[in-house]
């Protein structure tokens, strides 16, 4: 029985790696097989079930002819969802094609753990459950245009949780911060009690010190993949962003860094000065027209064709990288809104935005815009009031910190 298992454990994790050359099988077929991957993932779900009966409790387990065939009908299953899966890469895009192989990987992984399970009956039921959560994620329509829209709302959706925190910004507290002479005597008690106000001191008169949101000191933020030099046919990243850390200037004083994490602060950030409020809330709305322009691309391409193959999949792959550097820009747009902010590193933030959004709207089929053009020269229009907003406001605070 053991034997039996690993075998069939092994078959299926190989699936992925030779699903290729199993195609010409599945055509060769004698009894006709069901193509449909929604179809094929339901069928699955029951076939893992029935090894959750039949193999879920240890006082009646299956004789090993009985196992034999279940898991057989089960490899059945599993090749035939996969090679389905595998038959949409034909016309798949980047991104789809990226969908479809994280398809086929976890369809083969979560069945070669669930034929190990049987082995040990306690474990059965949660692999079953994996099995059904696989499944669950083969639904359609699987398409091209599935997979760029849930890609683009995801970047939507990011946008709009930065300007939610924007609008908190704005109910933030006022403090008006006093110059101080710096060569007067403070007593060193008074510096421990009023730490935290000291720091905002420090911040406004010196323009450095910690981001105390999420812990990162401004100068370790990275300038946004929006501002680079990007050929038409580049491959799409996958979005991941990442920040070194630089040492938490702190009243207790500076904590130690780790490899590849971040100091953590223990204190929120101090009052928002009337200049500070005045560029965050320049930059939220900077942030917004950008969001509706994101919005408006993610309306026409859900309403565009599902045909959508060729040409047309590698513009909208190219507006959904933008997207994406787009998100990167604006959440970090959106920490650097926090005192003590700094204006030379939020200047350029804010062109690395213009230049994403202008990049997404030249990138997009004029065929799928033709509808949103007016739209789309209206929010042109509004994103150049906002960022020569958001430029007069840094002007303005730097003239005022100097």
Same mark, same amino acid.
């Given at each position: 029985?053991?034997?039996?298992?690993?075998?069939? !454990?092994?078959?299926?994790?190989?699936?992925?790696?030779?699903?290729?050359?199993?195609?010409?099988?599945?055509?060769?077929?004698?009894?006709?097989?069901?193509?449909?991957?929604?179809?094929?993932?339901?069928?699955?779900?029951?076939? !893992?079930?029935?090894?959750?009966?039949?193999?879920?409790?240890?006082?009646?387990?299956?004789?090993? =002819?009985? $196992? +034999? =065939?279940?898991?057989?009908?089960?490899?059945?299953?599993?090749?035939?969802?996969?090679?389905?899966?595998?038959?949409?890469?034909?016309?798949?895009?980047?991104?789809?094609?990226?969908?479809?192989?994280?398809?086929?990987?976890?369809?083969?992984?979560?069945?070669?753990?669930?034929?190990?399970?049987?082995?040990?009956?306690?474990?059965?039921?949660?692999?079953?459950?994996?099995?059904?959560?696989?499944?669950?994620?083969?639904?359609?329509?699987?398409?091209?245009?599935?997979?760029?829209?849930?890609?683009?709302?995801?970047?939507?959706?990011?946008?709009?949780?930065?300007?939610?925190?924007?609008?908190?910004?704005?109910?933030?507290?006022?403090?008006?911060?006093?110059?101080?002479?710096?060569?007067?005597?403070?007593?060193?008690?008074?510096?421990?009690?009023?730490?935290?106000?000291?720091?905002?001191?420090?911040?406004?008169?010196?323009?450095?010190?910690?981001?105390?949101? *999420?812990?990162?000191?401004?100068?370790?933020?990275?300038?946004?993949?929006?501002?680079?030099?990007?050929?038409?046919?580049?491959?799409?990243?996958?979005?991941?962003?990442? /920040?070194?850390?630089?040492?938490?200037?702190?009243?207790? &004083?500076?904590?130690?860094?780790?490899?590849?994490?971040?100091?953590?602060? *223990?204190?929120?950030?101090?009052?928002?000065?009337?200049?500070?409020?005045?560029?965050?809330?320049?930059?939220?709305?900077?942030?917004?027209?950008? &969001? +509706?322009?994101?919005?408006? $691309?993610?309306?026409?391409?859900?309403?565009?064709?599902?045909?959508?193959?060729?040409?047309?999949?590698? /513009?909208?792959?190219?507006?959904?990288?933008?997207?994406?550097?787009?998100?990167?820009?604006?959440? *970090?747009?959106?920490?650097?809104?926090?005192?003590?902010?700094?204006? *030379?590193?939020?200047?350029?933030?804010?062109?690395?935005?213009?230049?994403?959004?202008?990049?997404?709207?030249?990138?997009?089929?004029?065929?799928?815009?033709?509808?949103?053009?007016? =739209?789309?020269?209206?929010? +042109?229009?509004?994103?150049?009031? /906002?960022? +020569?907003?958001?430029?007069?406001?840094?002007?303005?605070?730097?003239?005022?910190?100097?």
């Amino acid at each position: 029985m053991q034997s039996l298992v690993s075998d069939t !454990a092994r078959l299926l994790e190989e699936i992925p790696g030779t699903v290729g050359s199993l195609s010409q099988t599945l055509q060769d077929a004698v009894e006709p097989v069901a193509t449909d991957a929604v179809q094929l993932a339901e069928c699955l779900r029951t076939e !893992a079930a029935k090894v959750g009966l039949m193999c879920g409790s240890a006082a009646s387990p299956p004789s090993v =002819a009985e $196992l +034999q =065939a279940l898991l057989q009908s089960l490899q059945r299953n599993v090749t035939a969802l996969c090679l389905s899966l595998h038959a949409l890469t034909k016309d798949a895009g980047p991104s789809f094609q990226q969908d479809l192989g994280r398809m086929i990987q976890a369809c083969a992984t979560r069945n070669a753990e669930l034929v190990r399970s049987v082995l040990r009956p306690a474990d059965v039921p949660r692999a079953v459950a994996n099995v059904w959560d696989t499944c669950s994620t083969v639904k359609g329509p699987l398409t091209n245009k599935s997979a760029l829209f849930k890609r683009m709302g995801g970047c939507l959706k990011a946008i709009n949780d930065t300007l939610r925190e924007m609008a908190e910004i704005e109910q933030q507290p006022m403090e008006s911060i006093q110059e101080e002479d710096s060569t007067s005597d403070v007593d060193n008690d008074e510096e421990v009690e009023s730490g935290s106000h000291q720091r905002r001191q420090d911040c406004a008169t010196n323009g450095h010190g910690p981001l105390c949101t *999420d812990g990162l000191s401004h100068e370790s933020r990275e300038p946004s993949a929006a501002q680079h030099n990007r050929s038409s046919h580049a491959a799409q990243p996958d979005g991941s962003h990442a /920040a070194q850390p630089h040492e938490s200037n702190t009243a207790q &004083g500076a904590e130690e860094e780790e490899e590849g994490g971040s100091s953590v602060c *223990d204190y929120e950030a101090g009052p928002f000065s009337a200049r500070d409020k005045d560029v965050a809330a320049a930059g939220r709305a900077l942030m917004g027209v950008a &969001g +509706q322009t994101l919005k408006l $691309l993610s309306r026409h391409l859900l309403l565009g064709s599902d045909n959508l193959v060729g040409a047309p999949v590698e /513009a909208w792959e190219n507006c959904v990288w933008h997207a994406q550097n787009l998100q990167s820009t604006i959440e *970090d747009l959106g920490a650097a809104m926090y005192p003590p902010q700094e204006l *030379d590193e939020i200047e350029g933030m804010t062109e690395g935005l213009v230049v994403s959004v202008q990049c997404m709207l030249e990138e997009v089929p004029q065929e799928h815009m033709e509808a949103a053009a007016e =739209a789309a020269s209206r929010l +042109q229009s509004e994103l150049e009031v /906002a960022e +020569q907003r958001m430029r007069a406001a840094v002007v303005s605070s730097r003239d005022e910190v100097h």
